[in-house]
């Protein structure tokens, strides 16, 4: 079987899914890697095989406050309203992704129309996609193939569209087909190929959901549960972590993709150095001089580390800080270490707070503003509290309940003959 993944050019969306390729490139199918230039490298270095699409010749359009005005009119949003999370994930998840995909000024789109003709030429039995890459769906109909998404945090994309055909069929509301915004943000890409929007080109003809059962997600959508395995890059292994810790040892990791999405000095780095000068404890800091600030003073007991796979620090650790992303949540959670979350506005932080703290196995803190005085009270208590040893076993004990991927091979095979249209 031919296997072709789609990715959107973030690191954290290619992870999740590498585990799965490693399954079923070890199982004898044949599996390519597809997106933009700039993750090749990464692909490769992960032992897989890769398709560069290319870049885009221009930038993508700017985000219009009318675009937006028309989602949030649409989705029925308020200031101040609990949608508000909902509202910034449409802006950055799905608006802002789908757009990598529109065409530009001249009528060129090279990404889509790469991974298209790839499709076309190398047909593939199923193609696995990112939802942020809304291109994936339109090569599995072009070349035949069973289309399957692959979640790597919480489906806003299906909360948004479950909420806007409630929102169709509420009397009350004037949303209709004709006033849809995200038929409307995909046409450029679906209509390029002489496809009309659809929710069977939206979300495929099932889900892999890496997410354990106990997270919510929108009812309705067919998916197939997967052990999220955590992969998180690969390097050498340095000879001090080769030692056993001599006090306890803390993470402080605040994601690969946010140094690109938010680069530049971090007040979160300050106030969980200035928090742990005076602790017992052995910092590894995986953040970079960027991050870090200049001038900025590093306590004696802190390891500054501009990259460090996390799945070979965290066996060490008893205690992780870091922003909230589910890849790093989850390299976490795969050896029952203790997390604290130090929100920010970007990512998955409000769901995978949510359910640590309902789990116990860590606590949360709001990113803006933070304190030394917080951090320091807060880890203090993830290191002293055996409830949250116990937390973090019942994370572990949720992750590990679904079929990890190499026990998802088989299931695939059969779901891809099951909806693949291509004799």
């Known amino acids: 079987m031919r296997i072709l993944i789609a990715v959107a050019p973030l690191t954290a969306h290619l992870y999740p899914s590498v585990p799965l390729a490693w399954a079923l490139q070890s199982a004898g199918h044949e599996v390519r890697v597809a997106s933009n230039t700039g993750l090749v490298e990464q692909i490769t270095a992960a032992g897989l095989t890769a398709v560069g699409l290319g870049e885009r010749t221009a930038p993508p359009a700017p985000i219009t406050d009318e675009e937006l005005d028309r989602f949030s009119d649409a989705l029925g949003f308020e200031a101040g309203s609990g949608f508000d999370q909902l509202f910034r994930a449409t802006r950055y998840y799905l608006v802002a992704a789908y757009k990598r995909y529109h065409p530009d000024e001249e009528g060129r789109q090279e990404l889509a129309d790469t991974l298209v003709e790839f499709a076309r030429n190398w047909q593939p039995d199923l193609v696995i996609w990112d939802p942020a890459c809304p291109v994936g769906p339109v090569a599995a109909r072009e070349c ?12 806003y994309f299906g909360w948004v569209r479950r909420r806007l055909l409630a929102r169709m069929n509420d009397p009350a509301s004037a949303v209709s087909a004709d006033t849809d915004p995200l038929a409307a943000t995909l046409a450029p890409v679906f209509g390029r190929f002489g496809h009309d929007f659809s929710d069977d080109l939206l979300f495929g003809d099932f889900t892999v959901d890496p997410l354990p059962a106990q997270l919510p997600r929108p009812e309705g959508l067919r998916s197939v549960p997967m052990r999220w395995v955590p992969y998180t890059g690969a390097a050498p292994v340095p ?19 946010g140094r690109t999405v938010s680069a530049g000095r971090d007040e979160r780095v300050a106030a969980v150095l200035e928090a742990v000068a005076g602790m017992d404890v052995e910092v590894v800091a995986t953040v970079n001089t960027d991050q870090l600030g200049e001038d900025r003073k590093v306590p004696d007991n802190v390891r500054l580390v ?40 970007l990512g998955s932080a409000l769901s995978s707070t949510r359910y640590l703290e309902a789990r116990g196995a860590g606590v949360a803190l709001p990113g803006d503003g933070l304190t030394a005085a917080q951090v320091g009270g807060e880890l203090s208590r993830l290191l002293s509290e055996p409830s949250f040893q116990r937390g973090a076993a019942a994370v572990y004990a949720d992750m590990t309940a679904a079929p990890g991927p190499g026990e998802m091979v088989p299931i695939l095979e059969r779901m891809a003959a099951q909806y693949r249209t291509r004799d």
């Open 239 to 257: 000879r001090w972590l080769s030692q056993p810790p001599s006090r306890p040892r803390v993470c402080l990791s605040l994601g690969v993709t």
């Open 306 to 345: 501009d990259y460090l796979p996390l799945t070979q620090v965290m066996p060490t650790c008893s205690a992780i800080i870091h922003h909230g992303g589910f890849g790093t949540f989850f390299a976490a959670a795969a050896h029952r270490v203790p997390q604290m979350i130090v929100m920010e506005e």
């Open 144 to 155: 035949g193939a069973a289309s399957a998404r692959m979640m790597w945090g919480p489906d």
